[in-house]
């Protein structure tokens, strides 16, 4: 009969439950909402949870540590780059404390992270380092709200200076002409001065605008309306605007109804044909109404040069602005609002076609339904 060493059996039972606390610990810190990484003193990674994991796109490869090459690249906060030694989690197993740091971490496939990093030794009874122990929480999104809302200042700042510079300046005109007693110059003047207040009231419009969406207090009144109607209200009130630009418009025999809010309906087709006034060369303008798979469709064509690549994407972004788009006033504001506004009717407003020959932009509505 076999024998059973009891120091054995304790080892064995001091082992398992080592690594069932060691599972345990694992599934823990797995479903941690920030990212966590443990070293040993050589620099390996001995424990890691799923939202790093995610960030370095390591589901299928062992994380290489400090010894192994990075797929990406490390920055501090100004920019410059880390060295792997110098990074918190490398320093921590130097002895160091880490709080707050953040770090720039661009991965491999460009995509950018911004990472509010915390890292400690880790030591024994002895008080000498076993390791180290990093702890990181993606502040991407709050990082990128603070560098739009220093773009919305600097550039409120300049768009609503200019037209009150030249609403004082044309008033201080007209006060001359009027002490001279000419009439006529006057009336140039306040005309002018009109002009700059009308582009005053639109640029804050459109800064109200896009407040209202981030608050969800954004008013949409919905009533059939005629998309039709909209269109040919929009095209004969901007006609006197076109210069010797033509706006041709292609309007169905039918009513095109949906429910919608006929006002912000026509903000939207007034923001498609002004950008297809100011940006699409100097061909004609043709704005068509028709439906398709039970959708009301609004196209604005240009015959400009069309929207170059890197722009495509990001056109629709809140105060973006293309570098041929900065020659002319404006916020970067009304593409983004008018695909809101599109958005929240249930509809959608996209590029469809761009290049050499001119730009479409698309502009569709559901259609209400009928027997």
């Known amino acids: 009969m076999a024998t059973i060493d009891p120091e054995a059996t304790d080892v064995a039972a ?19 909402p920030v990212g966590v990484v443990l070293m040993d003193l050589a620099g390996r990674v001995i424990l890691e949870n799923k939202v790093t994991r995610e960030l370095f796109k390591r589901d299928e490869a062992p994380a290489p540590g400090l010894a192994g090459p990075l797929r990406g690249g490390l920055a501090r906060a100004d920019g410059s780059p880390y060295d792997l030694r110098d990074v918190p989690i490398a320093r921590s197993l130097r002895g160091e404390e880490v709080r707050g740091e953040l770090v720039r971490y661009t991965r491999a496939d460009g995509r950018r992270y911004d990472l509010i990093t915390n890292s400690a030794p880790l030591r024994d ?29 600097a550039m409120a700042s300049h768009e609503l200076k200019t037209p009150v510079t030249a609403v004082r300046g044309q008033i ?13 110059m ?12 009308t582009r005053m009231a639109a640029l804050i419009d459109d800064l109200l605008d896009a407040a209202r969406l981030d608050v969800g207090r954004f008013d949409v009144v919905f009533a059939p309306t005629d998309v039709a109607e909209v269109v040919a209200a929009s095209i004969a009130r901007l006609r006197p605007i076109a210069g010797d630009r033509v706006l041709r418009v292609d309007l169905p025999d039918e009513v ?38 039970g959708r009301a469709l609004v196209r604005v064509r240009d015959h400009g040069a069309g929207i170059v690549a890197e722009d495509r994407d990001r056109i629709f972004q809140r105060f973006y602005r293309s ?24 509809g959608d407003l996209s590029l469809e076609s761009t290049g050499p020959t001119g730009t479409v932009f698309r502009f569709s509505l559901p259609l209400i339904a009928t027997r």
Do not use: M
């Open 256 to 293: 095109v109804l949906v429910t919608a809010d006929a006002r912000r309906l026509a903000q939207v087709v007034d923001n498609l044909v002004v950008n297809a006034l100011r940006h699409g060369g100097h061909g004609d303008v043709v704005v068509s109404v028709g439906t398709e798979g």
């Open 186 to 197: 006057v009336s140039g003047a306040l005309e002018r001065a009109d002009a700059q207040t």
């Open 14 to 32: 001091l082992n398992a439950a080592l690594v069932a606390e060691r599972d345990r610990l694992a599934q823990i810190v797995d479903v941690l």
């Open 172 to 184: 201080q005109l007209a006060l001359r002409f009027f002490q001279r007693g000419s009439a006529d």
């Open 323 to 346: 570098e041929p788009a900065r020659a002319t006033p404006g916020t970067g504001l009304g593409l983004y609002v008018s695909r809101e506004i599109a958005r929240l009717h249930g």
């Open 125 to 153: 009874a002895s008080g000498a380092i076993t390791g180290a122990v990093a702890a990181y929480e993606d502040v991407t999104a709050l990082s990128d709200a603070e560098r739009e809302r220093t773009a919305f200042f």
